[in-house]
């Protein structure tokens, strides 16, 4: 009897372990759970279109949009036709975006990127360089992958119809964007109104098990 009675005490201690240690990993997702304007949804990232912000099997709850509509640099999910998407937001209503060279620009004015590194991503064992960009109104700079010059590389200068966006992938080379009309498979310019929401972190990664509520804005160098 008092051997068992010894034993209470350490498995009482060890439950608490296990229950103090779930909580410290479900915290952090529970917390953005229950944000206001948070959707009660969980998606996942099937594509590496948007590489090495979001990894293929990221799971995410997207937020509300909001009356203001999504920001420049922002990453939204949006419908296309029946299927939803992931995105970064390139330009509003309004502006003038092109491409030369793999460089972005904005109303006339080149986008400048800084390479941080190189990664393996899109076909495999081709290695791509990442770099970082920063849009006008964006609060800190963001992650890109630039694999290889492709004709994607260079796009003519077009003006955001009224109540539309331009969204582009972060894997560059290896992502059906607003750079491509709807009938080769691409996004075209993409309505307003079928921005579901915004993607603002990371509750489950595949690529990085055990890293809870990982924003991603936070640049991994």
């Known amino acids: 009897m008092k051997h068992r ?3 209470i005490p350490i498995t009482l201690g060890l439950g608490a372990l296990v229950l103090a240690t ?6 952090p997702v529970a917390r953005h759970a229950f944000d206001p304007g948070r959707q009660l949804r969980s998606l996942y990232i099937p594509s590496q279109s948007m590489q090495p ?3 293929i099997g990221d799971r995410f709850s997207p937020r509300d949009i909001g009356p203001q509509g999504p920001a420049r640099g922002e990453v939204i999910v949006y419908r296309l036709g029946e299927e939803m998407r992931v995105g970064r937001v390139i330009g509003l209503a309004g502006d003038s975006v092109a491409l030369a060279g793999g460089i972005v ?3 006339g004015r080149p986008v400048p990127q800084k390479q941080i590194g190189t990664e393996i991503a899109g076909e495999p064992g081709v290695p791509a360089r990442k770099l970082l960009e920063q849009f006008p109104g964006e609060a800190q700079p963001h992650a890109i992958l630039d694999q290889r010059a492709t004709p994607q590389d260079d796009f003519a200068a077009v003006v955001v119809p009224a109540g ?3 969204v582009m992938g972060d894997n560059r080379d290896n992502s059906s964007d607003s750079r491509f009309p709807r009938d080769s498979f691409g996004v075209g310019m993409l309505p307003a109104k079928d921005a579901l ?3 603002d972190f990371i509750s489950w990664s595949m690529e990085r098990p055990g890293r809870f509520d990982r924003p991603i804005a936070r640049i991994d160098k």
């Open 5 to 7: 009675e010894r034993w």
């Open 105 to 107: 620009s904005i109303n």
């Open 197 to 199: 929401g915004r993607v």
């Open 53 to 55: 912000t979001l990894q």
């Open 164 to 166: 539309h966006l331009f």
């Open 22 to 27: 779930g909580a410290w990993f479900a915290w």
